[in-house]
């Protein structure tokens, strides 16, 4: 039986080796992990991501060929193929602060395999990892004098949060890069194989090693760019009284264009877009590529730029103060169906508002109250980490209360702030919020999902991103 061990739990580990399980019930998978807890959760009724469809497969799976375990160096001593999906953070010192990846985790886990292994291996980076880290990877596994055999796959990762189990079992493509070697070209079919179970093979794409790290940061930096460039126009869209959904809908249409990923928001968050991009900035820079670098950088500063808007526009509209006054604020999550919290852009407009000494009433599904609270004063880069590492949480923030629903968060309120596009925000009786409301009633939408009309026709006052703006705002300009 072909064994598999991944190192790292998490959000790609978990769900990927989940699926790898569940479609090749001959491999046995064993996923591994520094962090008890989070090794438990996966052993437990209530696993550690929340993401639909996941704890099925884990279900049927858990026991039979898919294993969670803290034991690292036993399971990857005894595995044919490691992958490594340990986090590559932003550094948060040093050369490249604030910009170059973190490799600290992937290359205590290179040296460890180093260690540990007795036997030939596959070594796969699942991890998004600057291009031509393959390289040094190589270097630490093949000093181990043991002359076992490493070969080195690049197999990057496309899942999105929140729809993980679907892009799994049916990915746009799967990428593997390996080295133009007799063994390289072995390693690759044998990875192939595997994926082959479930996905066609015309969607397996084969390229070199470093074509296949370039691809994963040049993928999340076309995403994000395309984020960006719609949300530059929202705000043209306000200034001149076009409508973005308008505008996305009519260049969509644009067969080289195409209509995904051309909603406007407050801002894109995740824990890939603006590291993956911060990367990119930082090899282009060192490769002495400026002009690429700064390019990239823009896709950044429009994403901050679009959270600031946001915090102005509630600022301004709120008689330029918004002190005492309560805001609810509805979803913290960075997307809706997941509970991750990494660069949620609510983070950011929660921030701005209580500089503005607001009073926060936050309320979202699957975010807990301990981690609203750590997002809202810990450092941006500190949660990258693994939770480890992490400075423990203060016990709370004065202006900041957590409820467990929507109409708790909203009952005398001075204005709603939509965060996270969660269907149940859609379902919510305004008319019942709006009559619990302190008059005027506000309601910002970070995420363009409510009905405008509708929303005025009770009485609030709407603010809708790229949307033409209600009258109350065109007298209350916010520059950011
Ligand atoms: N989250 C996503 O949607 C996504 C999608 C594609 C790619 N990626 C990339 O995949 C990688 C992992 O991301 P994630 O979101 O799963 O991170 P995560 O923080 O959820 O999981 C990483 C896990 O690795 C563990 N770990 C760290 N060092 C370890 C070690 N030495 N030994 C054993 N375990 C160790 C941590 O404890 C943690 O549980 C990153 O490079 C990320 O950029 C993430
Ligand atoms: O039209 C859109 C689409 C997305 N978003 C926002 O963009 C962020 C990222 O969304 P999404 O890309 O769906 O989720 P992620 O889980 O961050 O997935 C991205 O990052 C992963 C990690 O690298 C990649 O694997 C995925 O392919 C890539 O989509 C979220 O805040 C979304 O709300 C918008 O504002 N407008």
């Not at 593997?176 to 070209?185: D, L, V």
Request: charged share 25%; glycine share 6%; proline share 5%.
């Amino acid at each position: 039986m072909v064994k598999i061990c991944c190192i790292g739990a998490g959000y790609v580990g978990g769900p990927t080796m989940a699926v790898i399980a569940l479609k090749c019930p001959k491999i046995a998978v064993t996923v591994v992990d520094i962090s008890a807890p989070r090794i438990n959760g996966w052993n437990s009724d209530h696993l550690p991501i929340y993401e639909p469809g996941l704890e099925a497969v884990v279900k049927e799976c858990r026991g039979r060929n898919l294993f969670f375990s803290t034991e690292v160096e036993k399971h990857v001593a005894e595995a044919d193929i490691v992958f490594v999906s340990v986090n590559t953070p932003t550094k948060t010192h040093g050369l490249g602060a604030g910009k170059a990846a973190d490799l600290t985790y992937w290359e205590s886990s290179a040296r460890m395999i180093a260690d540990v292994s007795k036997s030939d291996k596959i070594v796969v980076e699942k991890s998004t990892v600057p291009v031509r880290t393959a390289e040094a990877i190589e270097r630490i596994l093949t000093h181990n004098r043991k002359k076992i055999n490493f070969t080195i796959l690049s197999n990057p990762e496309f899942l999105a949060e929140g729809t993980a189990i679907k892009d799994l079992f049916s990915p746009d493509r799967v990428l593997i890069g390996g080295r133009e070697t007799p063994e390289g070209q072995k390693a690759i079919e044998t990875l192939k194989d595997i994926y082959a179970n479930w996905v066609p093979k015309e969607k397996i794409i084969c390229t070199n090693l470093w074509s296949g790290e370039l691809s994963k940061l040049a993928a999340n930096a076309f995403l994000a760019q395309r984020i960006s460039s719609v949300n530059a126009m929202s705000a043209l869209c306000e200034a001149t009284g076009a409508d973005i959904s308008e505008v996305s809908h009519s260049i969509g249409t644009d067969s080289r264009i195409g209509p995904k990923f051309l909603n406007a928001s407050v801002g894109f968050g995740g824990s890939c877009f603006q590291k993956d991009i911060m990367n990119l900035v930082y090899i282009c820079e060192c490769n002495g590529l400026h002009v690429v670098a700064n390019y990239w950088k823009q896709v950044i500063k429009v994403n901050d730029y679009q959270k600031s808007r946001f915090v102005n526009r509630v600022v301004a509209s709120m008689f330029n103060t918004v002190a005492a006054k309560k805001i609810a604020v509805l979803g913290f999550s960075f997307k809706k169906d997941t509970g991750d919290t990494r660069e949620a852009p609510a983070i950011d407009v929660c921030k701005g508002l209580l500089g503005d000494k607001a009073r926060l009433s936050i309320y979202d599904p699957q975010v807990t109250e301990d981690q609203i609270i750590k997002d809202l004063s810990m450092k941006k880069f500190d949660k990258e980490q693994p939770a480890h590492l992490q400075p423990p949480s203060p016990t709370s923030i004065k202006q900041v209360a957590v409820v467990w629903d929507a109409y708790t968060a909203v009952k005398d309120a001075h204005g709603v702030c939509i965060m996270t596009e969660w269907d149940e925000f859609k379902k919510l009786d305004y008319q019942k919020i709006y009559d619990n409301m302190q008059k005027p009633a506000f309601l910002f939408d970070g995420r363009n999902v409510m009905d405008v009309g509708k929303l005025r026709k009770i009485g609030f006052i709407v603010y809708s991103i790229g949307k033409p703006l209600d009258p109350w705002l065109k007298d209350m300009p916010a520059v950011a």
